[in-house]
């Protein structure tokens, strides 16, 4: 027996949690927070987290990136499922380590009870294996293949292989090469497809056309003598910004910072790549609150800072002192929970006021005078790239996650896709 159920990011975008069973092998593929209540509602824990009812046992857990979404609640799957055997790539372990003691930090910080506990973190640490990519891995029953995903440093896809049976899991994917990580590519065939979707029934604007449309936005804001803010997830997005940035004029003309959770990361990054991210890519880190206060005040300035959508982190503090005036810009360079702070302050009218919440967690509202806009360089395929890699695969079935429902199914229907589920969490698919 094949079958697929997932206890979270089937229909959404986050908490993804996807369980394959191999006769009487149950396999996780992922285990993460739903980052709209992430980082981290304290009075939500139980909306933040997949559900771990979907399986009667784990034995394996897979880890294909180190985004918050996809790691975040693994050390609460491993409270429950004591004997799970945890696999990811080296960069995967770095960053899904950072992320469980950041999450640690932030609960400590805002004094609310943790999703899980330091020891779990530790324990966790002791049980992942590394696996290599573009090797295949024997556990007896079953074999698998991590295959590098594009998207995010350490990223793969996961290629099963059951009684001759190939089952694809694409992970969150990207065909095009960014500053720092290379695209996928495939050039093989399998029989079941779980792919991802965030971007399905979208096409993105060419990536080299939204880089100058970004650079030359930042450039403007900078000679006249004003303060980017560039909201940014702290893995991936964060570094190849500032790879953007380095490599362009703008470095002549402004200095960059680097603020927030993104600066740990991008430590990682300069360990894994230690050619593309220069050794003194901490002078440009914000050092501490001090140096953050006088930087509130500088101008002409960019600073890259988590989180990506200002439901957290350094990047809230400069959204509410840079908010309210007309020189500045806040520019985000991805993907917005259309719940998310990120979202409202985008999407208010010059001159209206918006909703951010302070240090203290009170909410106040702040006239928004500075220029918003939202720019598409996330790290995922569009729809015609998801339409290519099925076509390349061309699996017999595939099952469609982490996506919106709706655009999903506009891509069904638009393309008369036909042998394709988009199951809702907890709806198992029986393959074979
Ligand atoms: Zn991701
Ligand atoms: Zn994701």
Redesign the pocket.
């Known amino acids: 027996m094949i079958s697929f159920i997932a206890g979270g990011g089937a229909a959404e ?1 986050g908490a ?1 949690f996807y369980v394959l069973r191999l006769g009487d092998t149950f396999i996780g593929v992922d285990c993460g927070f739903r980052p709209t209540a992430a980082n981290h509602d304290p009075w939500n824990v139980e909306k933040i987290m997949p559900n771990f009812d979907v399986c009667p046992k784990l034995d394996y857990l897979f880890l294909t990136h180190g ?1 918050l ?2 790691v975040g609640a693994a050390p609460c799957l491993l409270e429950r499922f004591k004997n799970l055997r945890i696999f990811t790539t080296e960069p995967t372990k770095f960053i899904a380590l950072a992320q469980w003691h950041e999450t640690l930090k932030i609960a400590e910080r805002d004094k609310t009870p943790p999703p899980f506990s330091g020891d779990s973190v530790h324990s966790i640490a002791s049980k992942i294996r590394v696996l290599e990519v573009n090797s295949e891995k024997n556990f007896g029953e079953f074999s698998v293949t991590a295959i590098p995903a594009g998207h995010i440093l350490g990223a793969v896809s996961l290629l099963f292989n059951y009684k001759g049976k190939r089952i694809f899991f694409s992970g ?1 994917i990207s065909f095009q090469d960014q500053e720092l990580i290379k695209g996928a590519k495939h050039d093989f065939q399998v029989d079941y497809l779980i792919s991802e979707a965030t971007y399905a029934g979208k096409s993105r604007r060419d990536r080299r056309e939204e880089r100058d449309r970004f650079l030359g936005d930042v450039r403007q804001i900078i000679n006249n003598r004003g303060r980017v803010l560039i909201p940014s997830f702290s893995i991936g997005r964060a570094q190849e910004i500032f790879e953007m940035l380095r490599k362009s004029d703008i470095a002549g003309l402004a200095p960059i910072y680097i603020d927030g959770a993104a600066r740990s990361m991008t430590d990682i990054h300069q360990v894994f790549l230690p050619h593309k991210i220069n050794r003194h890519v901490n002078k440009h880190y914000v050092e501490n609150v001090a140096h953050r206060l006088k930087i509130f005040e500088q101008k002409p300035c960019v600073v890259i800072a988590s989180s990506g959508m200002l439901s957290g982190g350094a990047s809230v503090g400069y959204a509410r002192n840079w908010l309210g005036q007309e020189e500045n810009a806040i520019l985000f360079p991805g993907y917005i929970d259309p719940f998310s702070p990120g979202y409202a302050v985008l999407t208010t009218d010059h001159g209206d006021s918006v909703a951010l919440t302070e240090k203290n967690r009170t909410i106040r509202a702040y006239i928004k005078r500075c220029r918003t806009d939202q720019y598409h360089l996330s790290a995922h395929a569009d729809q015609s790239e998801l339409l290519m890699m099925r076509e390349m695969l061309n699996p017999q079935f595939t099952i469609l996650v ?1 996506g919106e429902p709706e655009d999903m199914e506009k891509m069904i229907a638009e393309n008369a896709l036909g042998s394709i589920f988009t199951p809702k969490n907890g709806e198992e698919i029986v393959l074979e």
Do not use: N, P
């Open positions: 975008i993804s985004h979404d996809h969150d982490h």
